[in-house]
């Protein structure tokens, strides 16, 4: 009876260590450093270590690229405090601490991306259940590579194609301009144009502005005309402003001119007024 007894104890005892390693959390200091001469070495030589240690299905590969300047990742940057003391403090984002974050799942035979996190670390982030393995620089275009093929892999996955456009804008490289612009005007799922639109209005440069114009002189459903007026007036330069003044007295749909108008009155300073 007593050896029965035992038995239940043994595997409440088993079942505490695993929920107990299940629950780890891991931070910057418990990064997995991985090396390789691309960033499919390293992905490749990350994933069969992964396998090897036996901690799970998924995983997180991560590694820094070259970041647009301007960019904005982290929760608060960009935010400024001022108050009526004369005090002010602007959160800047520190860019060479930018860092692409692959969800990968390893139980298959290939390894399968199911999210994208663009994160910060000068943050002090902590990552629940999941070791990271990092892959240290990679070239931007290898990474929109990456981003891009995962998008086409799995072309169903909403998050993981949001999260992928999200970090591809943040990508210093004219490829992220032009891949943008080409799934706004080409992706057969309509709230994907959307967010790559969306995306594009965060890359606040003459390139940008120009793809988004572009995009609105072809697009042909009021849904993407919309969001495009959005991230025009997003960019809120002098050509912006002229472009929404050109879309509200042009524009052979009322609606459309309408959208500009609200758009024109809504940005701070911009000292356009349309007749």
Request: charged share 25%; aromatic share 6%.
């Amino acid at each position: 009876m007593r050896r029965v007894s035992i038995l239940p104890a043994i595997v409440a005892v088993i079942c505490a260590l695993t929920f107990a390693q299940d629950q780890r959390s891991y931070t910057r200091g418990d990064f997995i450093n991985v090396e390789g001469s691309s960033l499919n070495d390293k992905i490749d030589r990350a994933v069969k270590q992964f396998k090897s240690s036996r901690q799970g299905d998924t995983v997180w590969l991560a590694y820094h690229f070259p970041a647009r300047d301007n960019s904005y990742v982290g929760m608060f940057s960009g935010t400024i405090y001022r108050d009526s003391d004369g005090i002010k403090l602007e959160r800047k984002e520190d860019l060479t601490q930018i860092a692409v974050f692959l969800l990968t799942d390893a139980s298959g035979s290939q390894p399968k991306f199911t999210r994208v996190k663009t994160l910060n670390l000068s943050e002090p982030y902590v990552f629940e259940n999941r070791p990271v393995y990092w892959l240290g620089n990679v070239d931007a275009n290898q990474s929109i590579a990456a981003l891009e093929g995962a998008m086409r892999a799995d072309a169903q996955n909403r998050d993981l194609a949001r999260g992928a456009l999200r970090a591809i804008a943040v990508h210093n490289s004219p490829r992220s301009i032009a891949l943008l612009k080409e799934i706004a005007a080409k992706d057969a799922d309509v709230e994907i144009q959307r967010s790559a639109i969306s995306n594009l209005s965060r890359i606040k440069t003459d390139d940008g502005l120009n793809a988004l114009a572009e995009l609105y002189d072809s697009a042909a459903s009021d849904t993407l005309k919309e969001e495009i007026i959005s991230g025009i007036a997003r960019n809120e330069s002098r050509k912006a402003m002229d472009k929404l003044q050109a879309i509200a007295r042009n524009d052979a749909n009322p609606k459309m001119r309408q959208r500009a108008i609200r758009r024109l009155s809504t940005v701070r300073g911009s000292g356009v007024w349309v007749n």
